[in-house]
């Protein structure tokens, strides 16, 4: 799971998972809101989107598998006594969603919010993967490197399907683009032990 691997353009700083892994209890409250929000995002293309065949059928199992880690979180979560708590404002996602353009043909509209989702799982199958490797709790690691494995093709999944509905060189210059973007709003954030992003 390399950043190349990814596509991503900049490495979390090496700083997040050390202090992470002195606030895993908030991480595993913010993941769990994560898993919640990529499961929604997922239900909300298809709602918006029913014409979609290819869409439809690629992420309606989507849904219930990120559902399913929602359930695991929580329940990794109640083996240690943390309740879900309230929702937390996400800084990165919100950046994100301030670089996604607006208007264009219905299309255009569905591929970047392809591509978004599609670089919130790169993102999230890195610091997965930071977690496995670096967190002294076993139990969490393990966890961590099952949802690693099982997230990795997400964000693949994502720009396949952008590349059904836009040419491919459009795609491609646009993911290019917003890795580019997303670079530098990680540049900007400081990292917080208690955020997945």
């Keep these: 799971m390399e950043k190349q691997v990814l596509g991503l353009q900049l490495p979390t700083d090496p700083r997040w998972v050390d ?3 002195m606030q895993l209890d908030e991480i595993l409250i ?6 919640q929000k990529a499961a929604s995002s997922c239900i909300s293309l298809i709602v918006k989107f029913p014409e979609k065949e290819a869409l439809v059928d690629m992420l309606t199992p989507v849904v219930a598998e990120e559902w399913a880690h929602f359930e695991r979180v929580l329940e990794e979560m109640k083996k240690r006594g943390i309740t879900l708590g ?3 404002k996400d800084e990165y996602v919100a950046a994100l969603a301030a670089i996604e353009k607006k208007g264009g043909s219905r299309n255009e509209q569905l591929v970047e919010k392809l591509l978004m989702n599609a670089l919130i799982e790169a993102r999230s199958c890195e610091r997965f993967r930071l977690l496995w490797k670096e967190i002294g709790d076993p139990d969490l690691s393990k ?3 099952e949802l690693m494995v099982s997230e990795a093709g997400h964000y693949k999944n994502f720009l396949s399907l952008a590349k059904t509905y836009m040419p491919e060189e459009h795609v491609e210059q646009r993911w290019r683009e917003i890795l580019r973007k997303e670079a530098e709003i990680m540049k900007q954030i400081t990292p917080r032990g208690d955020r997945m992003h």
């Design 30 to 35: 913010d993941h769990a809101y994560c898993e």
């Design 143 to 145: 966890f961590y490197y």
């Design 86 to 88: 309230p929702k937390r």
């Design 19 to 21: 202090i992470a892994s």
